[in-house]
């Protein structure tokens, strides 16, 4: 008998999948030259937190339905790859997860070091303009 995927390793590899499929859509609608990193950049980003964003309006319908739940793991994950954005979004329009203070914590925590990374880069790039 075959064994049964983890939960949190089944949503990973379809959210990877989803994002990934949206990503080469919005390259192949817009037209965007794949040998661009910018390019590639913003259909990564756009197409994470409209994954992210889906993702939490589905556990949000699974918890009504007291069905099998999107572990926290894949949720974490998707804000940590860039979709945190669209985890804000969707905890606000869906109001899902905002009570659980441990899972606020470690959102707000990935929100603050992508926040950090993201002026490191910047100061980096500015600093190495002149050079």
Not at 31 to 51: E, K, M, Q
Not at 68 to 74: G, L
Not at 79 to 106: D, N, Q
Request: glycine content about 10%.
């Amino acid at each position: 008998m075959a064994k049964r995927m983890r939960p949190d390793v089944y949503h990973g590899l379809m959210a990877l999948g989803f994002t990934l499929g949206f990503a080469v859509v919005f390259l192949l609608i817009f037209r965007l030259p794949w040998s661009s990193g910018y390019y590639l950049l913003a259909c990564w980003l756009l197409s994470i937190n409209l994954t992210t964003f889906a993702y939490y309006g589905y556990d949000k319908g699974q918890a009504r339905s007291q069905s099998r739940r999107i572990p926290e793991v894949v949720l974490h994950a998707l804000a940590i790859f860039g979709g945190s954005l669209g985890a804000y979004v969707g905890m606000g329009v869906f109001r899902h997860k905002t009570i659980k203070s441990s899972f606020r914590f470690l959102y707000w925590f990935i929100v603050f070091f992508q926040v950090l990374l993201i002026l490191a880069l910047i100061y980096r790039l500015y600093w190495n303009r002149g050079a």
